[in-house]
């Protein structure tokens, strides 16, 4: 079976016990976006104390901010959020590669046909990956205050943080 | 008090009852990339059966596959994950808006005296909003399955899904 069929599977429960979140407003509760890694040993919800309607969650590889500022925007623009909370955490897998070894790696995994067609796209992703945590959450968070594209009232509200995957535990840095 | 702290605070509990959570291993267990909405409505924990150390969940506004590329080639890469499962949802954000509408806000937002200067990143700028719900997964599942840079092998594991957020109920589209 595929995941995706155990997903379909277990999600039966879900909604037999669904209840009032069926009327749940689309913009969040808490006015807050949280940005955070992909990481699937992240449960942000059952980490943070956040409902279903609380709080925009965007994730990605390393939970950069640069790669988040189209859905903060919409975030802010769109739905009313006045806070966001970044966090990056330990043992991320961004702390173990560089672009140009994760470039090699990608162009000998495609089709060999393809390879030199894909190879100028390949050469100008950048990965984003980065070497030093919590300096990238400082810079992560500087990016966003630095913003022009973000509401000026909200940069007092944005705070940088680590979360332990051995602990669970989340301390502010920035 | 900020919603930074609420979650600081929160977090205590988690981390109190954390136990064999500290020893996840950084790979995806289940070897599944999930890509969704960053909806505060949506837990995909809770609404898939997820536990910690299950699979990278991506989230960003609308769920598009675009931007989440460079996060998947990580995630097939480096982590080792086969399946990706996409989920767009109902009354999604990204149905109420076009890029003209929400480019004018943007400006008519910013400090007066940079409205100028920003004038043409803003104008660049591409919020990925969509018109048909259906249509959208369709063509994110479309841009993943002829994306050269994804393993070949995991072409016939990527599915799309609509999530109701009136019903918690996810339904296969794609």
Known sequence: MSVAAEFAKANEGYVKSFGEKASLALPPARKVAIITCMDARIDPAA???????DAHVIRNAG??????????????????????VLFHHTDCGMLTFNDDGLRTKLKESVKADVR????????QLSFLPFSNLEQSIKEDVAYLKASPLLLEETKTKITGWVYDVYSGKVTQVA
Chains 1, 2 share one sequence.
């Open 47 to 53: 980490s943070l104390g956040l409902k279903e309607g």
């Open 63 to 84: 939970g950069r901010a640069q790669e988040a500022l189209r859905s903060v925007i919409i975030s802010q623009q769109l739905l009313g959020t006045r806070e966001i």
């Open 116 to 123: 030199n067609a894909v190879t100028p796209a390949v050469d």
